[in-house]
């Protein structure tokens, strides 16, 4: 578990201070969740989830725009004063702050240097990082440093897709992964991975089994018999959503179908779908939460998590029956 430093000063923060307590929650959590170098990868939905609240990404980055600065086309936002509160100048001779600077110069943030490091020194040594991430070089099984010890191996796109395709999963999620890790960082003179915290990937495959090999990322084994199941599945759920909330969901939607199949592959039967239906439905209609009354949230990884909870107890906020059909489309 990762720790950092926080401002016991913070509740007198005029920025603090003005935000709603929703928004000052958020605030800490973008602090929690950001890497070590301050870039957090911006997922509002789970953001929400993990908080309690609601979140509109576009409202709550005006909020917090005098904080943040949106980088690789707002899909990342860096936190202005992370690194200088963090770690003070950083220093290109510190192993530590090594780690940082690699993480800010790929996303072209210029951080504060040491003033220890030379004018001179700093551009010459820009100058040879830059010459370096240019070169396509892949560390072998073998490679090692000037100390003896063994870098790990960076794959090939070649690689993880075969390996992806070995373990039964698809080419789009093989794709992304490769992708997610294939920005190598110079790491004592080698290329290596970082996973988003900023740790060396060490062992690719596992990093892959343990992260990417997921239900939703599996190749569809579904029989004629069970596609069958799929689309009567999905149809049954859209229709329900639409019903109860006057929505317009359609049942080809890609994450729709993706989460569907993850559940029906994991051996999930329609009374388990109307169960969460109902139970999410209860809890989130004409609530702050009504906007994740969607098939792919509902449907998706917590579907084990919604499925177990106790049913919801306020009778006030329970819905009317339910005029769909029950008749189980598993036979």
Known sequence: MSKRFTDTDKWKDPFIKSLEAKYKLLWFYILDDCDHAGVWIVDIDVAGLRCGFSYDE?????IFASRIQEINGGSRWFVRDFVDFQYGRLNPENRA????LSILEKHNIKPLISPLQGAKDKEQDKEKDKAKEKEPILLEKNSTLA???KLPKVPTLEEVLEYFDQKGYTEESAKKAFSYYNDPMIDSGGRVWKDGKGNTVKLWKQKMIGV?????????NLSEK????????CKWATDSLNSLLDTNYTTDEPNTVKAITARLLEGHTHGHFKKVLDKKVAEWKG???QKNLQPHILFGN???AYLEQPEFSDPKAAPKSISISTTPYSK
């Open 147 to 149: 100390d003896g010890k």
């Open 302 to 304: 917590k579907f084990s």
């Open 226 to 233: 069970d596609q069958e199941r799929l689309q009567k599945a």
């Open 212 to 220: 990417w090999f997921k239900p939703e990322n599996a190749k569809s």
């Open 97 to 100: 702050h090594n780690s940082v």
């Open 287 to 289: 609530t702050e939460m």
């Open 58 to 62: 576009s409202e709550s980055k005006k």
